[in-house]
């Protein structure tokens, strides 16, 4: 029988959470769906637990051992059998009724392209994201995270799915005030960790966006804006939930470049946010400001100096803007 539902998981090296996160979709209240691995080539036990679970579920293994993650993630739909493609990643544990409340959810309303839902942090992991620094710093750090939070997030700290006038991202998604949400409701982009898109349209926009570089951060809402583009609907939904924890092993290695985050950065931007008008210009240019003194103080704090990449990385940005 022909899936419903093809759910996409790229793993590198992160075999404790990859068995997790297979134990979790054993455990779906719906089960017509299948499983597509992208391996990039693991050294650990990645094999041995994807060996476990292919007698409890219908897996499809690839090996694709290029490091661009634009290139993993896009590999998957192309292999998938079902209208409907999910992407999670290999750190998250998915909610009894996550596939069935993604099905549900299409099944209402044919202008639904796509769907996401909460992938709650636990509060011990936020440090592991650079976004959340701010947010349980002491002190002038304490005041960094309000002025973030009030300017930059313009006071939307907790809604999910917002991108604001800077180019930053509302984590409204990441925290259980989401939770409490009663119906889905339309957002600017779908959570990375946990999308899932109309096939179809996926392959009428001609999939990821190879120019999205390295770990290819933005690439995943640069997709599905570029299908919203053509009068289609994003939604989240409450009920569509995981957990994400966090890992810092295995591909989290390579996000350590920020030259590449940058241009990143700029290539979504100006591709789907900017837009001609003084408070865009001006948010954008204290947000840019803001960035670069992170980049800063990361390389000082880690006596790392490949942090100043950043600065490379934005005028490498600027260059593209100017390029446009």
Same mark, same amino acid.
């Given at each position: 029988?022909?899936?419903?539902?093809?759910?996409?998981?790229?793993?590198?090296?992160?075999?404790?959470?990859?068995?997790?996160?297979?134990?979790?979709?054993?455990?779906?209240?719906?089960?017509?769906?299948?499983?597509?691995?992208?391996?990039?080539?693991?050294?650990?036990?990645?094999?041995?637990?994807?060996?476990?679970?292919?007698?409890?579920?219908?897996?499809?293994?690839?090996?694709?051992?290029?490091?661009?993650?634009?290139?993993?993630?896009?590999?998957?739909?192309?292999?998938?059998?079902?209208?409907?493609?999910?992407?999670?990643?290999?750190?998250? $544990?998915?909610? @009894?009724?996550?596939?069935?409340?993604? &099905?549900? /959810? !299409?099944?209402?309303? %044919?202008? =639904?392209?796509?769907?996401?839902?909460?992938?709650? $942090?636990?509060? @011990?992991?936020?440090?592991?994201?650079? &976004?959340? /620094? !701010?947010?349980?710093? %002491?002190? =002038?750090?304490?005041?960094?995270?309000?002025?973030?939070?009030?300017?930059?997030?313009?006071?939307?700290?907790?809604?999910?799915?917002?991108?604001?006038?800077?180019?930053?991202?509302?984590?409204?998604?990441?925290?259980?005030?989401?939770?409490?949400?009663?119906?889905?409701?339309?957002?600017?982009?779908?959570?990375?960790?946990?999308?899932?898109?109309?096939?179809?349209?996926?392959?009428?926009?001609?999939?990821?966006?190879?120019?999205?570089?390295?770990?290819?951060?933005?690439?995943?809402?640069?997709?599905?804006?570029?299908?919203?583009?053509?009068?289609?609907?994003?939604?989240?939904?409450?009920?569509?939930?995981?957990?994400?924890?966090?890992?810092?092993?295995?591909?989290?290695?390579?996000?350590?470049?920020?030259?590449?985050?940058?241009?990143?950065?700029?290539?979504?931007?100006?591709?789907?946010?900017?837009?001609?008008?003084?408070?865009?210009?001006?948010?954008?240019?204290?947000?840019?400001?803001?960035?670069?003194?992170?980049?800063?103080?990361?390389?000082?704090?880690?006596?790392?100096?490949?942090?100043?990449?950043?600065?490379?990385?934005?005028?490498?940005?600027?260059?593209?803007?100017?390029?446009?």
């Amino acid at each position: 029988m022909k899936p419903d539902l093809s759910v996409i998981i790229a793993t590198f090296n992160r075999a404790k959470n990859l068995e997790k996160c297979l134990e979790s979709l054993t455990c779906q209240s719906f089960s017509n769906f299948e499983v597509i691995i992208v391996d990039g080539g693991s050294t650990d036990n990645t094999k041995n637990v994807i060996k476990k679970f292919e007698r409890k579920l219908k897996i499809k293994k690839i090996i694709f051992k290029k490091p661009q993650l634009a290139q993993v993630r896009d590999i998957g739909w192309r292999k998938a059998k079902s209208p409907i493609v999910a992407w999670i990643d290999d750190d998250v $544990i998915v909610s @009894k009724n996550w596939a069935k409340e993604i &099905i549900d /959810t !299409f099944k209402k309303d %044919k202008k =639904i392209a796509g769907v996401s839902g909460p992938n709650i $942090i636990p509060k @011990k992991l936020l440090k592991n994201r650079d &976004i959340f /620094t !701010f947010y349980q710093a %002491k002190g =002038i750090f304490s005041l960094l995270g309000k002025f973030w939070e009030k300017f930059f997030l313009e006071g939307k700290k907790y809604e999910p799915g917002k991108i604001l006038k800077c180019g930053a991202w509302s984590p409204g998604a990441n925290f259980p005030h989401c939770l409490k949400l009663k119906n889905p409701t339309e957002v600017d982009y779908l959570e990375a960790c946990n999308m899932a898109l109309r096939r179809d349209l996926v392959a009428k926009v001609g999939g990821f966006d190879f120019d999205f570089k390295g770990t290819a951060e933005w690439s995943e809402l640069d997709l599905a804006i570029r299908i919203k583009k053509l009068g289609y609907r994003l939604v989240f939904n409450p009920k569509v939930r995981v957990t994400h924890f966090i890992s810092q092993q295995g591909v989290y290695s390579r996000r350590k470049s920020a030259e590449e985050r940058m241009e990143n950065f700029f290539k979504f931007y100006f591709r789907h946010i900017f837009k001609p008008f003084p408070n865009y210009i001006f948010k954008f240019i204290i947000y840019l400001l803001f960035l670069n003194s992170y980049w800063l103080y990361k390389a000082i704090k880690t006596k790392n100096l490949s942090w100043l990449g950043g600065w490379l990385g934005s005028l490498r940005g600027l260059k593209y803007l100017y390029e446009r």
